[in-house]
């Protein structure tokens, strides 16, 4: 979600990393606030930020002024009346939905109204003293001043997206009950039409600050400028189905498409872009890097299309400024390098991070995935379907291919000298990667019958003294000794891990050995909270919550005094004893 200042020249941007605040003509970012949630702006330049509670925030300081609010669960629709007065939302609650408004200058909850369909849409009035709301079949207005249902419009099919014109005397909606056509309804008679005087689908549309031009994305990515007026589609440009919100600046001489990674910045006279912008919605894995006496977070932000790479100084805090944007790949342990996929999808990219520089581009058949460093950062490992490619990243020179069917997960060892590779349906396979030769398989034991491990090997990390290998599959978690035999490795112990249902696939993507591998950190089985055990014996020694939010990431810095833990967007740092 974004939004615009009234003067149109700040550009606000609701991730769940924080909310980025940038200038809205050169896209420069200027910072970002330590917050989540819906956004939009006051008619005096305050940004409301509305997730458990509501934010009031100054964006040319950064300073939160004041919060309010009772406790929201997940927000669906949001509106603010054009003169700041009230704020209106729907909330989800438990597959029922709520509209809750609140009067912004008391800070109290004036209203709220259970709805009997899943799918409301709102919107206010120019003069901001009414309310429409649809829900089920029809459109009902709301006197704010009374707090009285006073018109209640019969039939009306599911509606996306309504507004006023300028007047408020016609309320124009998306028909989703006849695919997305664009329509009107006279608030005085109480009759439809067609606004454009024909049939116009689109999946999402804005009016002008004027009400004279009405902005329609198409069903393509397409975006058609069309004049109230004389019915014309008079300008269209753009073309990027990913982006699927329109919005007008408040001059009407632009109009800025949003999705979930991109926005883009076009002038509609001319049909031409300005200015693109790239931001993370989430973040994924996270990792502690050590380099001239310095401690640095990475991290990579990511939505459904792409990863991007994120560095901070964890001193200062700040976020460090890359050359180039990396995205969709993993960063070496000494930060030296970042490998990622190609653009087609037959190659692999390995790029120098803070000079921005191209190193190698290495050739190969398929997608390149899954990707590896060793931890001295001399070998890249480059999983395709039927083999594990292991190359010299100093000379981008193939060193070994290891043949190894349906690749999921690799690892490698603390001296780089053996790879994990775990397979779905082929068990975990053990190399030597200074010779290339195959080295064991681990099985298990399932009653009497012995078969190969990791039917579904989500995650694979090593000890760090090699000592250990801990496997994740679908729901257990397995701890190899791989320093009694190195012949017939044996298995420690088994944590059986007790997912509710309801979890479905939201689950930790692994585990983690502390520096001195004496402790194992594992999910705790709901995903809020983790748990801290021997690793020895896999003995739980304490269960940590982790409050409002899912962990699906975990890293120890390399003093093993800090746990960094990601969850819903945020990264937290745990002391730990």
């Not at 200027?30 to 100054?58: A, M, S």
């Not at 999402?204 to 975006?223: E, K, Q, R, V």
């Not at 490619?389 to 053996?418: C, E, I, K, M």
């Amino acid at each position: 979600m974004i939004a615009l200042s009234p003067d149109g020249k700040t550009l606000a941007v609701a991730s769940s990393t924080g909310i980025y605040v940038y200038d809205a003509e050169t896209l420069e970012e200027k910072r970002v606030l330590n917050t989540r949630g819906f956004v939009v702006f006051t008619p005096t330049g305050h940004l409301i930020v509305g997730y458990h509670i509501f934010e009031v925030w100054d964006t040319n300081t950064g300073q939160q002024l004041r919060a309010f609010g009772a406790p929201i669960q997940k927000i669906d629709r949001v509106a603010l009346s054009p003169t700041g007065e009230f704020l209106a939302i729907i909330e989800n609650q438990n597959q029922a939905q709520q509209l809750r408004i609140w009067n912004v200058n008391t800070e109290r909850e004036i209203l709220t109204l259970d709805l009997d369909y899943y799918g409301a849409a709102i919107a206010f009035t120019p003069d901001g003293r009414t309310l429409a709301l649809h829900n089920a079949s029809s459109i009902r207005l709301l006197n704010l001043l009374t707090l009285e249902f006073y018109q209640d419009i019969h039939p009306v099919a599911p509606i996306f997206t309504m507004f006023f014109n300028p007047e408020g005397r016609t309320l124009i909606f998306d028909d989703g009950g006849d695919g997305g056509q664009v329509k009107a309804l006279d608030l005085q008679t109480n009759q439809e039409r067609f606004l454009l005087g024909q049939e116009v689908r689109g999946k999402n549309m804005t009016l002008s600050p004027d009400g004279l031009n009405l902005a329609l994305i198409n069903f393509d990515g397409s975006i058609q400028i069309w004049n109230l007026a004389t019915g014309e589609n008079w300008q269209t440009f753009g073309g990027d189905p990913t982006l699927d919100r329109i919005t007008f600046s408040p001059d009407g001489k632009k109009v800025l498409l949003h999705g979930l990674e991109t926005i883009e910045i076009w002038e509609v006279e001319t049909g031409k872009i300005l200015g693109q912008l790239f931001y993370p919605v989430a973040i994924g894995q996270v990792s502690f890097h050590q380099a001239g006496g310095q401690y640095w977070v990475a991290a990579d932000g990511y939505s459904i299309f792409q990863t991007q790479l994120h560095m901070w100084d964890i001193t200062t805090q700040q976020l460090v400024s890359l050359p180039t944007r990396l995205s969709n790949g993993v960063l070496s342990p000494d930060r030296r390098w970042f490998a990622r996929p190609g653009d087609c999808g037959t190659s692999v990219e390995i790029w120098e991070p803070v000079s921005g520089q191209l190193a190698h581009e290495l050739k190969v058949s398929c997608s390149g995935t899954p990707l590896a460093f060793s931890p001295d950062g001399l070998t890249l490992a480059v999983g395709e379907q039927e083999s594990i490619q292991l190359w010299d990243v100093a000379t981008g020179h193939l060193s070994w291919t290891l043949t190894n069917p349906g690749n999921y997960r690799v690892a490698f060892s603390p001296d780089s000298q053996t790879i994990a590779v775990g397979s779905a349906g082929k068990g975990i396979r053990l190399w030597d990667t200074t010779t290339g030769q195959r080295i064991w398989v681990l099985p298990i034991v399932r009653g009497e019958e012995e078969t190969p491990a990791g039917n579904d090997n989500r995650f694979l990390i090593f000890s760090p003294d090699g000592s250990k290998l801990a496997s994740m599959e679908y729901s257990a978690i397995r701890v190899w000794d791989l320093a009694t035999n190195p012949r017939l490795y044996q298995r420690l112990y088994s944590l059986k891990i007790n997912y509710p249902p309801e979890e479905g696939s939201s689950r930790i993507e692994g585990v983690v050995f502390s520096p001195d591998g004496r402790l194992l950190v594992t999910n705790g089985g709901d995903n809020t909270h983790f748990v801290i055990r021997d690793a020895n014996t896999g003995q739980e020694l304490q269960l940590v919550e982790y409050p409002n939010s899912a962990i699906y990431t975990v890293a120890f810095s390399p003093d093993g005094r800090w746990l960094a833990l990601m969850g819903g967007g945020i990264i937290r740092l745990w002391g730990v004893e």
